[in-house]
Nanobody
Framework: QVQLVESGGGLVQPGGSLRLSCTAS????????GGWYRRAPGKERELVAF???????NYADSVKGRFTISRDNAKNTVYLQMNSLKPEDTAVYYC????????WGQGTQVTVSS
């Protein structure tokens, strides 16, 4: 059974940083796109960032210049480094493998508040 396990969420003050990790089992990030989505209270789920099999990356306009997605094939893990966090980044963040019709993690809460 495919599993995506996220970690690294938490409470941080505005301007702070967090790094999310997503480790996969029974699916390889080296041959599947990996991505991060988020759902804020009362809002639709939105794509935050993804990295393709060929290591091309794409970001939502709202996080460009602040967030960085990366991948460690040896650890079968995708990361999301989040810097200069804002209150509007508060959401549950979900890891994804294989696109929207692929596999999902259970989500990790990120709260940006003073």
């Amino acid at each position: 059974q495919v599993q995506l396990v996220e970690s690294g969420g938490g409470l941080v003050q505005p301007g702070g940083s967090l790094r999310l990790s997503c480790t996969a089992s029974r699916i390889s990030f080296s041959i599947n796109a990996g991505g991060w989505y988020r759902r804020a209270p009362g809002k639709e789920r939105e794509l935050v960032a993804f990295i393709t099999m060929g290591s091309s990356v794409n970001y939502a306009d709202s996080v460009k210049g602040r967030f960085t997605i990366s991948r460690d094939n040896a650890k079968n893990t995708v990361y999301l480094q989040m810097n200069s966090l804002k209150p509007e980044d508060t959401a549950v963040y979900y890891c994804n493998a294989g696109g929207e019709y692929g596999y999902w993690g259970q989500g990790t809460q990120v709260t940006v508040s003073s």
